[in-house]
């Protein structure tokens, strides 16, 4: 079944110690999402690559980055992990639009000692 | 700026009930899509249902089904006879065509259905 796959699903880090989290797809799809979750929150998108272009929102801080290296996979990248890092994290994506429907992966929960 | 508000923070029934949640959205945007997302206490969001802003029918799916009235920028979801799996937290979305960028979530309801 096509579908979005997120590893790891659980991952401790340590305070200030980067942290990787991986998303890839079987869908084809030209854009994948990364967002950020808080408990009893909706998600907050942190960025989107549509294909190799990356679009960064305004309000995301420079710890987060990530990369793209072909369409399948996706990373989420935090440089410096701070206890306000402790999340779930969305990875999501869609066919080509915003406006198309996003699929998203099981997510991958953060704690952060 | 595209908003989305979903009034019901949390809502609890008694499994067999019928429930609606509330989902009311501001656009300036003519074209537009609306989504509704169920998130289980596993954490994944789960696709319901994607409605263009042209389409103004009601759609039903089993025990699903979704009133989109453009007059009142509501597109409501009601769940008729409840089980205990459908306790979730479910978000109403927008995206934009034309203004925005990305998907708007609501801030999400909490449902509860008791056995």
């Known amino acids: 079944d096509a579908m979005v796959i997120q590893n790891p699903r659980y991952q401790v880090t340590q305070f200030g110690k980067p942290v990787t989290l991986s998303c890839s797809q079987t869908?084809?799809?030209?854009?994948m999402y990364w967002y950020q979750q808080k408990s009893s929150q909706a998600p907050k998108l942190l960025f989107h690559y549509y294909d190799k272009d990356f679009n960064n929102e305004a309000d995301t801080p420079d710890n987060f980055q990530s990369r793209r290296p072909n369409t399948s996979f996706c990373f989420l990248d935090i440089r410096s992990p701070g206890l306000g890092d402790a999340a779930m994290y969305l990875c999501?994506?869609?066919?080509?639009?915003?406006?198309?429907?996003?699929?998203f992966g099981p997510g991958t929960r953060l704690t952060v000692l | 700026a595209q908003k989305v508000t979903q009034a019901q923070t949390e809502i609890s029934v008694v499994e067999k009930e019928d429930v609606t949640l509330d989902c009311v959205y501001e656009?300036?945007?003519?074209?537009?899509?609306l989504f509704w997302y169920k998130q289980p206490p596993s954490g994944e969001l789960v696709f319901l249902i994607r409605r263009n802003s042209f389409d103004e029918q009601n759609e039903i799916s089993g025990r699903y089904s979704w009133n989109f009235q453009k007059s009142t920028s509501s597109f409501n979801f009601t769940i008729t006879a409840s089980q205990v799996v459908d306790s979730a937290v479910y978000f109403c979305?927008?995206?934009?065509?034309?203004?925005?960028?990305?998907?708007?979530f609501g801030p999400g309801t909490r449902l509860s259905v008791l056995p």
């Open positions: 999501a994506t869609s066919r080509q639009a915003s406006t198309d429907t996003q699929y």
């Open positions: 656009t300036r945007d003519t074209t537009y899509y």
């Open positions: 869908l084809n799809h030209n854009v």
């Open positions: 979305a927008l995206s934009e065509a034309n203004y925005g960028q990305n998907f708007v």
